[in-house]
């Protein structure tokens, strides 16, 4: 009895490891899109930014960004 619980045990060890790797490729492919950041080519000129908005300075600048990004 003992050793029918062993052999089962061992057919489930040998099914996470089977599964691991066959997931192991896909996981890094995915993470590879994930952390795959592509800065941008412009540049920001925050004088601009802070003319386009309205702003004083830059806290004032996120306030207002913050305030349109909320739903009112």
Same mark, same amino acid.
């Given at each position: 009895?003992?050793?029918? #619980?062993?052999?089962?045990?061992?057919?489930?060890? *040998?099914?996470? $490891?089977?599964?691991?790797?066959?997931? !192991?490729?896909?996981? /890094?492919?995915?993470?590879?899109?994930?952390?795959? #950041?592509?800065?941008?080519?412009?540049?920001?000129? *925050?004088?601009? $930014?802070?003319?386009?908005?309205?702003? !004083?300075?830059?806290? /004032?600048?996120?306030?207002?960004?913050?305030?349109?990004?909320?739903?009112?």
């Amino acid at each position: 009895m003992s050793s029918i #619980i062993d052999v089962i045990l061992e057919l489930f060890t *040998i099914k996470d $490891i089977v599964r691991k790797e066959i997931q !192991k490729p896909l996981n /890094e492919e995915i993470l590879d899109i994930i952390y795959d #950041i592509n800065p941008s080519k412009k540049e920001a000129n *925050i004088d601009e $930014i802070l003319k386009s908005y309205n702003a !004083k300075d830059i806290l /004032e600048l996120v306030n207002k960004i913050k305030d349109s990004m909320v739903k009112k």
